[in-house]
């Protein structure tokens, strides 16, 4: 019987140090594909994937910095995307942020290889230019119950830091029951400055992370624009929802308009990873949600995001405990207690 899925691919800050070795414990039957991504990276001089990845110590400066983590969380998810049980069916993929380049992949939309360009470009330039940062913030209590007039007090007070004078701040990434912000440091600071301690570690500061999907990013998208071809770019071969909750079809998409929003609206404006869930949900209705590794963090943003939408009645953390426990409908790869109910033998 076949098991109908979708594929989310993780962004940045999921490759930490329990998930060095990833690629050689889970993929070593993919070395040829890591291999040819290690002739990519030697072009331009840098560090093999394989070799970072099989190093014998991790260190938070070296691997969360974009020219690092990104080529090595993208080899991963793709791997774990194209390491699917048969009797799985991928009805749709997206991504969350960086992830988005791996969905292009996974879909078809661009080899595994053009895949590996684009990110590792954009991975690059981001390290190269690291133009302000981000930091994580809470709406939602624990319970996860949806607090929208705090959403809209919390986007209401980074509105008026942003009108400050020298002061940059902006919503990066709508993700579940939080809110990725990113700015300058004058932003950043006066946000940390004028909110309470959440949960014990919030605000929390991004180490190595610019200030993704925000108009600060506009020389980064022109010089990918610049160094990545739109021919690059095909059809996807499985639909794939954007971080704005809109579908490409295969055979329906506009190949340059792809292109352009990938290395533009993606990387200047904000990415509503909530509604690409959302979407996910309402136009696909899966029997899975399969988050790929590395990592298995951005489960808890999958599961906020689809009781925020109401998905089979969840209204709080207990309800899609309640729901995950009964038959267990999102997989995070990166968790060998689950990878096992998705991975092929």
Not at 43 to 48: A, D, L, S, V
């Amino acid at each position: 019987m076949t098991r109908t899925a979708v594929v989310i691919c993780p962004g940045r800050g999921t490759y930490n140090k329990p998930e060095l070795g990833y690629l050689h414990r889970y993929h070593a039957n993919r070395m040829a594909q890591f291999h040819e991504f290690d002739a990519i990276r030697a072009e331009t001089g840098q560090e093999t994937v394989t070799a970072l990845d099989g190093a014998g110590r991790f260190s938070v400066s070296k691997y969360s910095r974009g020219d690092v983590a990104s080529p090595l969380i993208y080899a991963a998810s793709l791997a774990d995307a194209r390491s699917l049980a048969e009797d799985i069916e991928v009805v749709a993929v997206t991504g969350n942020s960086m992830g988005w380049y791996t969905a292009l992949a996974a879909a078809g939309a661009l080899s595994a290889g053009d895949g590996f360009r684009v990110v590792n470009t954009m991975g690059t330039l981001m390290q190269e230019r690291l133009i302000g940062g981000q930091l994580v913030y809470p709406f939602t209590g624990e319970d996860w119950v949806d607090d929208p007039a705090r959403k809209a007090e919390l986007l209401a007070h980074v509105a008026r830091i942003d009108a400050l004078d020298g002061h940059d701040l902006a919503l990066s990434i709508d993700l579940g029951g939080m809110l990725v912000l990113a700015g300058n440091e004058e932003g950043l600071k006066a946000f940390e400055a004028s909110q309470p301690v959440a949960q014990e570690r919030f605000p929390m500061r991004l180490v190595n992370h610019a200030a993704f999907h925000t108009s600060l990013q506009a020389p980064v998208a022109a010089e990918g624009r610049a160094r990545l071809s739109g021919e690059m770019f095909g059809q996807p071969d499985r639909p794939l929802i954007d971080g704005r909750g809109k579908i490409w079809w295969p055979g329906a998409t506009d190949t340059r308009a792809l292109w352009d929003y990938t290395l533009g609206h993606q990387v200047t404006e904000p990415y509503d990873f909530t509604r690409a869930v959302q979407t996910a949900a309402r136009e696909f209705a899966p029997d899975l949600f399969i988050v790929t590794g590395p990592g298995a963090t951005l489960g808890g943003a999958v599961a906020q995001s689809l009781m925020l939408g109401n998905w089979r009645g969840m209204a709080d953390k207990a309800g899609f405990q309640a729901l995950q426990g009964q038959a267990p409908f999102l997989i995070a790869m990166g968790r060998d207690d689950q990878r096992g109910l998705v991975a092929a033998q």
